[in-house]
């Protein structure tokens, strides 16, 4: 089945480590995000990527960095320069036609919790 | 600005009624609206889409979105609500110009006997 998978669901991290979300999709997506999702405030989007090599930052990119150097793949790394990166992770992918994207598929998310 | 506002972060039903989960949007260009929906430690789910054409969308679930430019709104309905349909929505915009969702910050839905 085609689907886009995030790892690991849960995720427990020390202040000052760096971590790494995994996102894949199988869905052949041109476009891909990260969103985080904190009680009360909706999405809020980190980063995204367009294509392969390329990748634009979100609203909140700070302390985050990411890559796409593949179609399938776009990792998100949480480092120790963010402050509060206890939170429920998404990440999502969408087709483009023409200049648009479509409707985004998300994965089932990860949640980071720092300890 | 590309903008989102759903009114009512909580709503509550019971089960048979109607549910009408709002949502009003900012755009300077014709938008592509969206309703998903997000159960408990899960990721959303596309309920509807509205992009061009008939304005009513049908979706999932039984839900249905009409939009209305004049009122610059894409409320979300369904006639007889179900325990089921107990969750969390969040409507969102994808304007042209811009190739990322804007969502607002969620309706949460329970559901009563």
């Known amino acids: 089945d085609g689907g886009i998978t995030q790892s690991p669901k849960y995720l427990f991290r020390k202040e000052g480590q760096n971590v790494t979300l995994s996102c894949e999709q199988n869905?052949?997506?041109?476009?891909m995000y990260w969103y985080r999702q904190d009680p009360g405030q909706g999405l809020r989007l980190i980063y995204y990527s367009q294509i392969v090599n390329d990748f634009q930052k979100g609203d909140i990119a700070e302390g985050y960095s990411v890559s796409r150097e593949k179609k399938e793949s776009f990792p998100l790394t949480v480092t120790s320069a963010q402050k509060n990166p206890t939170a429920f992770y998404l990440c999502?992918?969408?087709?483009?036609?023409?200049?648009?994207?479509?409707?985004?598929?998300f994965g089932q998310g990860t949640r980071l919790t720092v300890v | 600005a590309q903008s989102v506002t759903q009114l009512g972060s909580h709503v509550s039903v019971s089960e048979g009624a109607l549910v009408l989960l709002r949502c009003n949007y900012s755009s300077s260009v014709p938008p592509y609206l969206f309703w998903y929906v997000q159960y408990p430690n899960q990721g959303l789910q596309l309920l509807l889409k509205?992009?061009?054409?008939?304005?009513l969308v049908k979706g999932i679930n039984g839900f249905e979105a009409e939009f209305k430019k004049s009122e610059t709104s894409f409320h979300l309905t369904k006639p007889s609500a179900h325990m089921s349909d107990a969750a969390e929505y969040f409507c969102a915009l994808l304007s042209g110009g811009y190739n990322k969702l804007i969502f607002g910050a969620g309706t949460r839905l329970a559901v009563h006997p």
């Open positions: 869905l052949n997506h041109d476009a």
């Open positions: 999502a992918s969408s087709k483009l036609q023409g200049l648009m994207n479509t409707e985004a598929f």
């Open positions: 509205y992009t061009t054409g008939a304005t």
